[in-house]
């Protein structure tokens, strides 16, 4: 147990489903990160929140919308995706984003299939 | 964009020592870490070098040079739990972590 979770933790989808991923944080840290985890290829960053402000979004096509209400919780919102992104979606969070040693501490992640 | 190599499997025995090395081209540095992931589970961090040199937590080390670009995770005395992929990842002069695709190490009887 990483004090990071994650729901649901499998989710099959149409291509024109809308459906949301949950990350929780129990570690009182305040920055929270989504990575999209593919077969054979490394981990690839594609938000970051920073005290639930956004400062980092690496090129994540629009059908990907993130929300972070507050600290502890960060949300990835999905919308007419494509068989390609099919993937691991982890969540991470650390003290803080930015300077400073900060160990990043993972959830389990939710394994997607898009059809 | 950050370069990040790292060997893509890797197959010992039990009790035996594996070496995974990792070098790295980026901008700036600010730090490397590894970390390891079982399969269908969290990646968990295991170690961290920012300075050159040897950092030794029990079965495991890790190694950095900055001047070459270059890390490896070391594991001793290996056992079947240590079967995973191991995750080599580098932060940048933006303080971005930037990850390696994995060494997938299959420990044998």
């Known amino acids: 147990e990483t004090g990071v979770t994650q729901t649901p933790r499998h989710l099959v989808m149409g291509m024109t489903n809308k459906k949301s991923l949950k990350c929780e944080q129990h570690?009182?840290?305040?920055?929270m990160y989504w990575y999209k985890q593919s077969a054979k290829k490394p981990l690839e960053l594609m938000f970051v929140?920073?005290?639930?402000?956004?400062?980092e979004n690496n090129s994540v096509p629009s059908r990907f919308s993130p929300e972070c209400p507050n600290s502890s919780h960060l949300f990835l919102h999905l919308h007419t995706l494509q068989p390609e992104d099919s993937a691991l979606y982890l969540c991470a969070s650390s003290q803080e984003a930015g300077a400073g040693y900060n160990e990043q501490f993972f959830g389990p992640g939710t394994r997607l299939t898009v059809l | 964009g950050q370069n990040i190599d790292q060997p893509t499997e890797m197959t010992a025995t039990e009790g035996a020592i594996v070496q995974i090395n990792c070098t790295y081209q980026?901008?700036?540095?600010?730090?490397l870490f590894w970390y390891q992931q079982h399969a269908g589970e969290a990646p968990t961090f295991l170690s961290y070098n920012v300075l050159d040199g040897l950092e030794e937590k029990g079965r495991f080390s890790s190694f950095l040079s900055r001047s070459k670009g270059y890390s490896y995770l070391l594991l001793k005395e290996l056992q079947m739990k240590d079967s995973a992929s191991y995750l080599c990842a580098v932060r940048d002069e933006d303080y971005k972590l930037s990850f390696g695709a994995g060494t997938t190490v299959t420990v044998r009887a």
């Open positions: 980026t901008s700036g540095f600010n730090g």
């Open positions: 570690l009182g840290h305040n920055a």
């Open positions: 929140y920073n005290f639930k402000e956004q400062t």
